[in-house]
């Protein structure tokens, strides 16, 4: 597969999402988990991590580092995810549905990820 639109839809989101991270930190560190530490630190590592994963999904050689890179990103985002769902607080306002739901969207955007391999 050489490079498809949506390879491109993908490294987009993903850069988005990393910007983000450095835009508006205090949305993100209002959902971290308080069991993990220094929490501004962590927003910012996961924003430049999305940042280069994204940058990486776009070049044929580092592609591969790109996919495993946002597969194992994912899975620690679970982290966040499960935490939402742990109090009213933690779920910052964001009906318990749709938290339910994002769930499920970690592994279908993974799932997207490892196509490209």
């Known amino acids: 597969m ?52 994204g940058l990486a999904l776009c070049l044929p050689e580092t592609r591969s580092f790109a996919i495993y890179g946002i597969i194992a990103m994912l899975i620690v985002f679970l982290l966040v995810h499960f935490y939402m769902l742990s109090s009213q607080k933690a779920s910052a306002g964001i009906p318990k549905w749709i938290l339910v739901l994002r769930i499920p969207l970690q592994f279908g955007l993974m799932y997207w990820a490892w196509w490209y391999l």
């Open 2 to 53: 050489n490079n498809p639109w949506h390879v491109y839809l993908m490294a987009g989101i993903y850069i988005l999402a990393g910007v983000m991270h450095f835009v508006k930190p205090n949305i993100y560190m209002r959902i971290m988990p308080r069991y993990l530490p220094n929490h501004k630190i962590l927003v910012y590592i996961s924003g430049l991590a999305e940042i280069i994963f």
